[in-house]
């Protein structure tokens, strides 16, 4: 095994960091490993906005759900789809492409590359010791982060990357069984199996939690995924990328 493999296997979430800040050096060389991600027909639909003002910090922690490691850590990427720059080549060359640029084709085109784009910036953080994690969070006040952040239409703020010198040693969380990944030539739809495989599954999670938590904490992957699926979230969604001129046509 490869120190590359090494580093992505060794992967954790990282929630509270030391306050020493990430050199120029150090985000500059995260963003150019960003950059060189896969790009669908060399399109780079994303772009990302380094957060470093503490008052922004902040407030976007706070839009966030209140989580602190968004407020303090070395430095804050937020990730986002854009076609911004591709409706200002479009002026450029004397052409509208707004059909094209509002597809739900070219809305996923974005996600996906700003996606390859920030694992790449994941793994080059870890690969230089440093912890990370991902904010799904800034999605809960999508207008208030766009108003915050200055965002145009055709760009879309999807998440966070946080990134720091860890101040606490995590342990690694167990991913799901490697069968319900990865299928070979075709999907495996054997419910028995899956339900047998999820029970082992939810034994392994549950003692990882009980090992965390010292014991006030034993639930299971099923019961935790439900639980988050059955309450309604984010419903605003639909109008929101709407509005930002993402029309899902």
């Keep these: 095994m490869n120190q590359t493999i090494e580093t992505i296997l060794n992967h954790r979430s990282v929630r509270?960091?030391?306050?020493?800040?990430?050199?120029?050096?150090?985000?500059?060389?995260?963003?150019?490993?960003?950059?060189?991600?896969?790009?669908?027909?060399?399109?780079?639909?994303?772009?990302?906005?380094?957060?470093?003002?503490?008052?922004?910090?902040?407030?976007?922690?706070?839009?966030?759900?209140?989580?602190?490691?968004?407020?303090?850590?070395?430095?804050?990427?937020?990730?986002?789809?854009?076609?911004?720059?591709?409706?200002?080549?479009?002026?450029?060359?004397?052409?509208n492409i707004s059909e094209t640029l509002e597809s739900t084709e070219k809305f996923m085109v974005s996600l996906i590359d700003a996606a390859l784009a920030a694992q790449n910036a994941s793994i080059a953080a870890e690969s230089m010791g440093l912890g990370i994690c991902y904010i799904g969070g800034i999605r809960n006040n999508l207008n208030e982060v766009s108003e915050l952040l200055k965002t145009p239409d055709h760009v879309i703020p999807l998440f966070a990357l946080v990134v720091g010198y860890p101040d606490q040693q995590t342990d690694k969380k167990p991913r799901a069984p490697f069968h319900h990944i990865y299928h070979e030539d075709e999907y495996e739809q054997d419910k028995e199996q899956y339900k047998k495989e999820l029970l082992e599954y939810n034994a392994q999670i549950s003692e990882y939690y009980k090992e965390r938590t010292a014991g006030k904490r034993?639930?299971?992957?099923?019961?935790?995924?439900?639980?988050?699926?059955?309450?309604?979230?984010?419903?605003?969604?639909?109008?929101?990328?709407?509005?930002?001129?993402f029309d899902l046509r």
């Design 218 to 245: 034993a639930d299971t992957w099923t019961s935790q995924m439900v639980g988050m699926l059955d309450q309604k979230s984010r419903l605003y969604m639909k109008d929101f990328v709407t509005k930002k001129k």
């Design 16 to 95: 509270k960091f030391t306050e020493q800040s990430l050199t120029q050096e150090q985000i500059h060389q995260i963003v150019e490993a960003a950059q060189s991600a896969s790009t669908s027909s060399f399109i780079q639909a994303y772009s990302i906005i380094g957060v470093s003002n503490p008052e922004k910090k902040k407030k976007l922690a706070e839009l966030a759900g209140n989580q602190s490691y968004v407020e303090n850590n070395g430095h804050t990427f937020v990730f986002c789809a854009d076609l911004y720059r591709h409706e200002v080549a479009a002026e450029m060359e004397g052409k």
